[in-house]
């Protein structure tokens, strides 16, 4: 029905700028949206899919080659490249290597966003929101306000447990920045000064561009600033922070029964996330150093 | 129930225990164990670990930063902690797709497949 009114309706524009009879009363209501209808006709839609199959894997060897601070992944004899086309170097050995390792460990299909390593390096090489250093920082912080660690239960018995394991912690925290952050009753963010806020915003920006990207990813994995900066200053383990950022999870799975295809899916999630963005951080503060003893 | 409860809380407190200190714990040559076996997961049936790069490089830092006579070692913690998350990494990332594709990956299943999951059994049908 609508197709043939379509149709017509062209009829009529032809019809009427050929000056037309003028018979069709009905018909001349198209008149006002004749040029659109005109541009839809000359428009073609193609079909796009917007999830497409992943790529097979291309590739038989993964090899790193470069030096001098510089390396870069082989995928047999092509470079990789990043999305926007740079050609991905990293200034590191051991990240290149490990980036390496994610490229050599897909089987058959490459999936890039199980790739941690590689789609980090990217977002800081390709750097596709234009963010500076200091945007990122800020964007890192803005989790303080609602981290995981300063929201507690208010039934008795999760509210000790959340207070036996998070309470080191924060007491560390405190102690590092000279702060004095409490965990909040409600629903509202906690109540952090600005000068301990400027401290922590002024640590963080003491990392350069690559370990703040870490920093950010891994805040954005376990919701918590503190635990990723405890667990970037090897306070607590990858599986520890990210054990705790899901306590009442683990507290309420123990006790109810946990899904595998839910829960252990999730975990293992947070934790691939978590220390990828860990081994990111560490990966490029690494300072090689070895003193020999005198003799 | 209170038995039940008390089980509950028996399982978390030893799963805590389990998590406390980890990298302290876990001794050196274990996570290095845990890395080889990640890494030689990835390889292709024909490769032989020996030969990959990340290999090489691993025991090279592990060999580099062994604390001996001639050399005293500040990084050596530093190390252990580094390799311990790259083997936490691999392993999680693993886990993660070898979950996926159990559950995940596939269309629709079939009523039995869906009752065993839950550990169900289909009346037998004639």
Redesign the interface.
Known sequence: MFNRRVLSSHRDVFDLERGGDGSHTMRGLWWPVAHQLLKQAATVTLPRRFLPEARRRFY?NV??AGNGGIYEVNLDLHKLKTPKGHTLQIPN??LA??V??EW??TKDKIVPS?M?LTGLSYTVIDNPNHETKWDTVHKTLEYLDTDTLLFREDGEELNTLQAK?WDPILEWFNKKFDADIKPCPGLFGADIPDPVRETIRRYLLSYDMWAVNGFLYGVEALKSVILTIAAAE?KI????AS?LSRLEL??QT??WGSV??AH??DK??V??RF??A??FI??NT?Q??????SK | MSTLFGKTQHIFSMLLHHFTDMAAVTPKIQTLRCLIREMRRSLLPHENVRHSPAFVYMMKEYRRNAVTDQQYCRQQEEMAYLAHTCATYLEASRRYQELHQEYHCRGERTVKETADIVGFKLPNEH
Not at chain 1, 288 to 293: L, N, S
């Open positions: 038989k090899t790193v050995y051991g290597l490990a390496a390792q050599a460990v199980l941690h394991e090897r383990t990858a599986e520890k054990f683990e507290y123990s006790r595998e295809w252990d899916l293992q999630e934790l691939a220390s990828a860990l081994l560490h990966f690494w090689a150093t070895t003193k020999h003893k």
